[in-house]
C-alpha cells in the first residue's frame, strides 16, 4: 500500500511516518512543499492521502482528485460513508484522508487509526512543548521579582522568594502571577 | 444563558457579517453566542460542517449546492438561509497582460477586454502554452463568473485556457511566480497582488453580472430544523450587521475589527478599500470606486432567491459536462430557503419580497417590486451580455449559452 503524507510541518509529517512505518507492507512518502505538490502526488500514485486540516492546498488537491485522470481510480473522501465514528476522529484530530475508490476497508482502518493517534500525539506533543515554555518564561519572572524585593528591600534570596509566596497564599494566588505583578509595579514605578 | 451557535469561516472580507454580528452584539442581542472558527480551505470549512464541528458556514453558494448533489463527496443536503452578499470578487492579470488586453488606470469594458484576452489565449494556444487562471474553488461563484465571462467572450474555457484551483493567500505568489497569468478572488487577495505588483486589476465581477450571488450561509439541513429558532435569530443578527457594514460612517471601525488576527489577519488599509467599493487597480495608481463592487444589504440583497441557486445549477451542468438532470435541478433549488429567511424577519421593518424566485439579469434600471412587507426597489441587475436567465426554462436557458 502506499501512502503519500502531506504536510507542511515537517516535524509532524515525521511524527505520522514514524508512526505508520510499524505497519507492514506499506511504503511511505511524505510531501512538505506545496509547490508542485499535484505532480508530487501525480508521481506516488498513492492509494491512500493524509492530509492534516490545516492545509490550505487541501482544495487543490480535492480538485486534483475530481478532474484528473493520472490516477488509475477516482479517490473518495475518507474510509467508507458509513463510518461515521472514524470520519469524526478523524476531523476531530484535525486529519483528513483520502482513499483510492474500492480500497478494503479493514485496511484502511487500522491505518487511519493510526494516523489519528499520532496526530493527537503531536497535539499533545505541542501543548507540551507549549506549557513548557509557559513555566520557563514564569521562572525568569519570579527571579526578576525576586531581584526586585533583594534590591528595594535589600532583602536576602530565600527571603524575597517566602515573602512572594506568603502573598500569593494570603490572596490566593498563583506566586507567578504575584511575580508578575510585583514585576509590573516596578516597571510603572520608574525601574527598568 | 446564550446559545451558542458556531459559524466557521474562511479569512476574507466577505466574512464581515458573522464577524460584525459577533463583535458588535447584535448575535447576543437575539440570545446567541457566536463562535467563529476560521479554517484555510473550503473542503475544512465545509468537513467541519458536515461532522458537527460548526452549525452554520460562510461558504461559496455553488459548493453548497455541489455538497447537496454529492458532486466529490457522499451527498449531505445542505441550506441556504442567508446569502452573505453578492459580488466583492475581482480578475486580477500579471501586469503586461493586464496592459495588454486591459484598460489603464481604469475597469475596463468587460466585452472589450474579452475580445483583446481572446486574441492573447489564441496565441499562447497556438504556442503550446495556453494561458492559465486560477480560481479559489471548482465549485465557486468566482469559478463560475469567470467562465461564463470567458466564454461569452468566445473563449473557451478548458479547451483554450486553462482554469485551476489557487488558494487565495497564494493568489499573488502564483502570479509572481508565473504559476498563473490571472485570477479571479475575493479580496483582499486582488489588492494584494496589486500592492506587490504581481498583477493588476482589470475587472471586477459586478461588471459580469452585476448582482451575482457570492457567499451564503450554510447549514446541514437537519441542523437548520434542530435549531430553527437559532438560525432565525442569527439571520435577524446579520441583518443588523449589514445595515452597519455599509455605513460609511462604521467603514474605519470595521475594517480594524475585520484585520485582527483572529479574522482576517490582513492590512486594514485594503480591507477597508473593499468594503467602501474602492480599489486600486495597479500599483502607483488612483484609487477607482467602484458602487456595488461589495454588495451586502440593500435591495434584500441577503434574500435567497430560488433563482439564484437555479443559475448556479445551470452552471454546474455547464461546466461538468455531465447533463442536465432535472431531479438534480430540483434538489439544486431546494436548497435556498426563502421560507426560514421569511419566518427570521416577518414582523421586523425588513423589507421582503413578494416572490421567491425572479427572471435574473432582466433589470435595465430601477423597478420597484411587489413586497409581502416593507417596500424593494431593485436597480439594474443584468448580466454583461444582456442574457437574461429563466429559471422556468432552465434547459432552454442552458442549451442557448455559448
Redesign the interface.
Known sequence: MRIAIVDESAMRAAVIHEGLAALDDCEIFVVTD?RGLVARIGEIAPDIVLMD????????L??Y???SRALARPIA?FVD?SDADS??AS?EAGV?AYVVDGMAAHRIRPLLDLAVRRFNAFARLQADLAEAKGKLAERETIDTAKRILMDSRGLPEAQAYAELRRTAMNQGKRIADIAEAVVTAHTLMGGR | MPNEFVVGFLPLVDACLPILAREHGFAEAEGLSLRLVR??????VL??LL???SDAAHLVAPLAIATTLG????AQPLSVPFVLGLNGNAVTLRPELARQVGTPGQLGDPARVGAALAVVAQARKAAGKRLRFGV???HSSHNYMLRYWLAACGVRPDEEVEI????P??CADALEAGEVDGICVGEPWNSVAVERGAGEIVLVTAQIWRRGVEKVLALREARLEERRADVEALVRALRRAGAHFVDPANWDVNAAILARPEYLDGDAVLIRRAISDRLLLARGGELVHFPDFMFQHREAANFPWVSQAEWLYTQMVRWEGRGFDPGDAIRAARVFRPDVYRSALLGTGEPLPGASSKVEGSLKGTTIVGTQQGSITLESNQFFDDRAFDPADLAGYLARLP
Open positions: 506545496r486540516l490545516g492545509n490550505p492546498s487541501r482544495d487543490v480535492e480538485e482528485f475530481a478532474v473522501m460513508e470520519i469524526a476531523v483528513s | 479554517d484555510i480551505s473550503w473542503a475544512t468537513d467541519r461532522y458537527g464541528h458532486r466529490d463527496r457522499p479559489v474553488h471548482r485551476v484551483t489557487v488558494p493567500p497564494f
